[in-house]
């Protein structure tokens, strides 16, 4: 989902994998719950905004299009490189 900033309370369970660059020099925080996380720590995750209708609350829904997210295992390398 997608939210303006301040439209969504986060809290202390709440991770920050990073920002999304929109290439018109904004960027979007994403984040996730840390349980959530806990899942997918070992997973990169690719997010492509399409053509297509979002999720009915979602910020994106009225635009007439939705975030896909793509997702691959990391190698050793990458986590190998995360944990240093």
């Not at 997010?47 to 997210?69: H, N």
Request: aromatic content about 10%.
């Amino acid at each position: 989902m997608c939210f303006l900033e301040g439209e969504f309370i986060l809290g202390e369970s709440d991770i920050k994998l990073g920002d999304l660059d929109l290439g018109d020099g904004r960027y979007v925080a994403m984040w996730m719950s840390r349980s959530q996380f806990e899942y997918w720590k070992h997973t990169h995750l690719t997010v492509d905004v399409v053509k297509g209708r979002g999720a009915g609350f979602s910020l994106e829904a009225p635009l007439g299009v939705r975030f896909l997210i793509r997702s691959r295992l990391l190698s050793e390398d990458e986590l190998q490189r995360l944990s240093d």
